[in-house]
């Protein structure tokens, strides 16, 4: 099992790749509280993110490829420690969403990523989603949020 280093949560790890509102401060709290956790989640969805906006020509395929390089290369590096995904925090993250239905609006992705955090027991959560964001708060993390002002 991994440490207790922060998890960051795929919003806010691709800002430290991809130029875009809060890429500065990213990298700052990277720079400044490395080692972060991530997930094979992580990679899947910045996987899948970066594809999504080559394809609606927001990004280059070379940035694209950069991009995945330079997480590889955190990882490598020890700035990224990278935790598997198993069966109980899938289990976990639907607790979480029965827990939290009332009050946060949830999305399954999101509640693995919280789960997993949750089984690590990190001291904090770093997101660029504002429904994460408050449920980190309800679920006691010390959230570092970097949402853009005109996010929904």
Do not use: W
């Not at 440490?3 to 430290?16: E, F, H, Q, V, W």
């Not at 130029?19 to 400044?32: C, G, I, Q, S």
């Not at 827990?99 to 999101?110: G, H, I, K, M, N």
């Not at 980190?136 to 959230?143: D, K, N, S």
């Amino acid at each position: 099992m991994a440490g207790k280093a922060i998890y960051i949560d795929t919003s806010a790890l691709l800002k430290r790749y991809v130029l875009e509102p809060h890429t500065a401060e990213v990298n700052a709290f990277v720079d400044r509280h490395a080692p972060l956790g991530i997930s094979r989640l992580s990679m899947l969805e910045a996987r899948c993110a970066l594809a999504r906006r080559c394809r609606a020509g927001q990004i280059t395929e070379l940035l694209e490829t950069q991009v995945l390089q330079a997480i590889r290369l955190d990882i490598q590096d020890g700035t990224l420690e990278l935790s598997q995904v198993a069966d109980t925090q899938i289990s976990r993250a639907f607790d979480l969403l029965e827990q939290l239905r009332a009050t946060v609006s949830l999305r399954s992705l999101d509640a693995i990523h919280l789960a997993i955090a949750l089984e690590r027991k990190t001291p904090g959560f770093v997101t660029a989603d504002k429904n994460q964001a408050e449920a980190a708060r309800q679920l006691g993390f010390t959230v570092y949020s970097f949402i853009a002002e005109n996010t929904p």
